[in-house]
Nanobody, 119 residues
Framework: QVQLVESGGGLVQPGGSLRLSCEAS????????MGWYRQAPGEQRELVAK???????NYSDSVKGRFTISRHNANNTVYLQMNSLKREDTAVYYC?????????????WGQGTQVTVSS
């Protein structure tokens, strides 16, 4: 079992920035991937960004060039730096990690943190 604790959401004006944090209860080197998803009201949950254990990163087209995913290995934490925020970025953001143990894939979710972009 992996516990995830998220922080950093809030209210920000369009064009502003926020940084989300997600701390895992185990070493991130024991995880195959860490990432962020988001879900807006009435919409399906969608991938925002993810980072694999080897360090490669993937972003959704809607956030490329504005959001950056990174990790701090010693703190077992993954970050999502969000710049140039738009109203359409408003959603609940969820941290997600994937762990493969003995050939079985396990997926864990954070509790979610609200990001609201509004003037």
């Amino acid at each position: 079992q992996v516990q995830l604790v998220e922080s950093g959401g809030g209210l920000v004006q369009p064009g502003g920035s926020l940084r989300l944090s997600c701390e895992a209860s185990i070493s991130i080197f024991r995880l195959n991937a860490m990432g962020w998803y988001r879900q807006a009201p009435g919409e399906q949950r969608e991938l925002v960004a993810k980072i694999l254990v080897g360090g490669s990163k993937n972003y959704s087209d809607s956030v490329k060039g504005r959001f950056t995913i990174s990790r701090h290995n010693a703190n077992n934490t993954v970050y999502l730096q969000m710049n140039s925020l738009k109203r359409e970025d408003t959603a609940v953001y969820y941290c997600n990690v994937v762990q493969v143990r003995l050939g079985t894939r396990y997926e864990y979710w954070g509790q979610g943190t609200q990001v609201t972009v509004s003037s």
